[in-house]
């Protein structure tokens, strides 16, 4: 079994869904976990709570990984209530599908200043803290590889994390500094709802696609992302995981 004893894991992002669901995973192996978030503060302290409750440590602190100022006190905080950081997983993102023709200056920027520019700046101070064997877990996506219709920024957002997941494992593998990414499919959470994902014509076709028959779990993905935080994955770096069912 994965172990984190010891570890102290910052996980942006980590209020609900995917984000919440790696918090408790890494929380469950033993490591102290951060949660951000940036405007759920109630499901944020719900995650905490269960942490907690299962007998884990762990601290919510609110910032924008688009804002260079909240992600230093981010980890300043990290650092303040548990003497180190070990482990980020880039998970914060957002996205909208849109077609060209409405594709906006002010859409473009708020992906790409989360998705890109926070998974930077989030590594960035990472990277200045981690003493040691380190891990940076980044979220990607199938549609980095293979985008749908109407997904021109987001693939693009995820294209890029691809790239700075590649550069970053050759920049801080010396430093015993491991950087992979995860792809997920499909994966059942309030943001696939809420993009009216659950139930509809596209949904359902996301499904038949998949070879394993079902859209994903945040657990599901949780998982490979304890499996890289851990020792487990010590020959990792620079690597691509898709976790889709076979969802190409």
């Known amino acids: 079994m994965s172990s984190l004893q010891g570890k102290v894991a910052v996980v942006t992002g980590a209020s609900k869904g995917i984000g919440a669901a790696i918090a408790r995973q890494l929380a469950a192996a033993g490591a102290a976990v951060v949660v951000n978030y940036d405007s759920s503060r109630e499901g ?5 709570k269960e942490i907690v409750a299962a007998g884990g440590q762990a601290l919510a602190v609110q910032g924008s990984v ?20 070990d482990v980020l997983v880039n998970n914060a993102g957002v996205y909208a599908f849109a077609p060209l023709e409405q594709v906006t200056e002010a ?22 803290r981690i003493e040691g064997p380190g891990s940076i877990i980044n979220l990607s996506s199938v549609v980095s590889e293979n985008p749908l219709p109407g997904s021109s920024v987001y693939s693009a957002t995820k294209g890029a994390v691809d ?40 949904g359902q076709h996301l499904v038949a696609g998949t070879p394993l028959g079902r859209l994903g ?9 304890l ?22």
């Open 107 to 128: 859409e473009y920027r708020r992906q790409f200043d989360t998705n890109v520019l926070g998974t930077l700046l989030a590594s960035r101070e990472a990277a200045r």
């Open 217 to 225: 779990e945040p657990d599901d993905i949780a998982r490979v992302a």
């Open 163 to 202: 790239a700075i997941t590649q550069t970053l494992a050759k920049e801080l593998g010396a430093r015993g500094i491991r950087v992979n990414s995860i792809a997920p499919g499909p994966v059942r959470t309030e943001g696939f709802a809420q993009a009216g994902f659950e139930g509809s014509e596209a």
């Open 44 to 48: 944020a302290a719900k995650v905490v």
């Open 66 to 85: 688009a804002r260079e100022a909240d992600v230093k006190r981010l980890f300043d905080e990290a650092e303040a209530r548990f003497g180190r950081v």
């Open 227 to 248: 499996f890289l935080a851990s020792e487990e994955s010590a020959w990792l770096t620079g690597e691509r995981i898709s976790a889709s069912g076979g969802l190409n």
